[in-house]
């Protein structure tokens, strides 16, 4: 079965600093899709990031990246400079592409509060 | 820019009503995901559909909830009768699937649920 953990809870930064959110998962399947998504204070989920299982290539978007290693089986998001309106609750989830093609299972979230 | 939108945003009942959710997907996407967040379980999902057929409802406590998909543009859930534990904000997501591939979902607003 599949399992997304994101161990931190809530993390709290000050402004302008970097921040690490991680996300360690678990599966069985060799093909495999990752994802990030916000859900800031208005509630609704937002689409930040989904990467292949075949492609370990780590990518940046401007001040969000994301580190993927398949040998620690896991997919950490950084922000770089972080801003308050970085403000919400980070999802990582995880959808196995042949055995439940489309299902995904979500990370408990992290709830990341950026202060002025 | 196409979104997913979900009617209504907000709903208060009374324990025992019968309550409908609407979801409309956007147009193309040929997967609908129903899931259910609350504080203590986080995202959970309920029920999922791709091409109209149900492929998953696990989620879904039997006796009370239903889902369909009357056609291609309508995803309803229903609660029959309501208890004051499904008081939550369920959100519905589409997808495209496309072969094996894993399919980013695309959230809606989500109905905020208060069952009295």
């Known amino acids: 079965a599949q399992k997304v953990t994101q161990a931190q809870t809530e993390i709290s930064v000050v ?12 599966t069985r ?20 990031i989904r990467r292949n299982s075949f492609d370990e290539q780590n990518e940046i978007s401007g001040r969000y990246s994301w580190n993927f290693q398949k040998s620690t089986s896991s997919f950490n998001f950084t922000i770089t400079a972080s801003q308050v309106v970085d403000s919400a609750v980070y999802f990582c989830a995880l959808s196995e592409g042949v055995t439940n ?12 509060t950026v202060k002025p | 820019d196409a979104r997913v939108t979900q009617t209504p945003r907000h709903k208060v009942t009374e324990m025992g009503q ?19 967040q609350t504080m203590m379980q986080g995202l959970e999902l309920l029920a999922y559909f791709r091409n109209r057929a149900p492929l998953d409802d696990s989620g879904m ?11 291609a543009t309508l995803a309803t859930l229903k609660i029959q009768p309501s208890e004051p534990r499904d008081s939550a904000v369920y959100f519905c997501a589409s997808g495209q699937l496309r072969g094996q591939e894993g399919e980013t979902q695309y959230f809606g607003p989500g109905t905020r649920l208060l069952v009295l």
Request: charged content about 25%; proline content about 7%; hydrophobic content about 30%.
């Open chain 1, 101 to 112: 093609a489309g299902k995904s299972t979500f990370g408990d979230g992290t709830t990341l």
């Open chain 2, 61 to 71: 406590p039997k006796d009370r909830f239903s889902a369909e998909m009357p056609d």
């Open chain 1, 15 to 26: 402004e302008k600093e970097d921040v690490t959110l991680d996300c360690v998962y678990e």
């Open chain 2, 18 to 36: 019968e309550v409908t959710m609407r979801c409309q997907p956007i147009l193309g996407h040929n997967t609908v995901f129903w899931y259910r």
């Open chain 1, 29 to 48: 399947d060799t093909t495999y899709y990752l994802f990030w998504y916000k859900q800031p204070p208005s509630g609704e989920l937002v689409f930040l």
